[in-house]
């Protein structure tokens, strides 16, 4: 697998060329629950929110590596906008390399969202 593109500043991040994002490496980042439930806001929405938007069950830490692990899969871009960093989803590359997958997974990570709130 060749390296992410190289960050150009002391403020940009890495993220994988959209012809290196492989398809193990973005099943692995949303098998995670946390990771998924950041990915199916960032769909919900349809734009860009910072990391402080997002209330996740977990310390800072673990919140910053869950971000560390869909940007280098290739599921959101993060770029910062003043102090704030934005994430985004990278939704035309995924759908471009892998149609249906994203609406597919979303769809089932929401039939099961509604099975467990009912069971």
Known sequence: MTPAAPALGSRDLPHPVREDIRLEAVLH????????????ELAAVGDELSCSHFDLPVTKSTSTHHFRVLRESGVIRQVYRGTAK?????????DDLFPGLLDTLLAAAARQAVRLQDG
């Open 86 to 94: 934005m994430n985004g989803l990278r939704r035309d590359d995924l």
């Open 29 to 40: 980042a949303l098998s995670d629950p946390m990771r998924l439930r950041i990915v199916r």
